[in-house]
């Protein structure tokens, strides 16, 4: 809360357990082995999101505990959340909502108790090049105008199906690797209209 708003924090391996509100554009950076450099918070999300921009990379973002909080919460803006390693044994890994519209890139999403990441109350974004398996709900769900943009991502062995879109959802779905997943590869229902491409 200190820091002027630009400002860059370097985190070092370490074990961090409070939940962080980024409400001034920041660059929240590890520094070493992500699996060392470990956010973990239990009673809310790992991260809350409330500004225009920011930037979180390298770190181990672990949800833990029960409760309804998400992982990484972004409510709005455009966050870059790039090279972390994000779980929750609560609500979905990530959920982008409110018109957000951030860039996830090159992150392991994996063992929620919903969603990997969860896309509502048209929520954007792009998602590229990140591993997303193991969730008990769908990798990535898309709903309520919903329309994020999934390139090149891995989407698998899920309890439920890879990609679910629904309630008006849409989605562009290119280049990615859907597969091992215990329902569908894509689930489409209730109005949700993505559009699939070369997957």
């Known amino acids: 809360s200190a820091v002027q708003p630009g400002s860059r924090i370097r985190v070092k391996p370490g074990r961090y357990t409070d ?12 520094e070493g082995d992500r699996s060392e450099i470990i956010l973990e918070a239990a009673d809310r999300s790992v991260i809350l999101f409330q500004a225009t921009m920011g930037r979180v990379a390298n770190l181990t973002l672990r949800r833990t ?4 909080a998400y992982g990484v919460d972004i409510g709005q803006g455009r966050l870059q959340l790039e090279d972390c390693d994000i779980t929750s044994e609560s609500l979905s890994c990530v959920a982008i ?11 392991r999403i994996h063992d929620s108790k919903q969603a990997g990441v969860f896309a509502y109350e048209n929520g954007q974004g792009l998602l590229e090049d990140n591993d997303i398996f193991g969730n008990a709900l769908a990798g990535v769900q898309i709903a309520e105008a919903s329309n994020p943009t999934l390139r090149r991502n891995r989407i698998h062995d ?5 990609v679910f879109v629904y309630e008006n959802g ?3 779905l290119e280049d990615n690797e859907i597969f091992g997943n215990a329902g569908a ?7 949700g209209n993505p559009a699939l491409r070369r997957n």
Do not use: F, T, W, Y
């Open 19 to 30: 939940g962080l509100i980024i409400n001034k554009p920041l660059e929240i950076l590890g």
């Open 65 to 68: 505990g029960g409760g309804n």
């Open 97 to 107: 909502h409110g018109g957000a519209d951030p860039i996830l890139l090159r992150n």
């Open 158 to 162: 899920g309890k439920a199906s890879g």
């Open 170 to 172: 849409q989605g562009v």
């Open 185 to 191: 590869g894509v689930a489409v229902s209730e109005s």
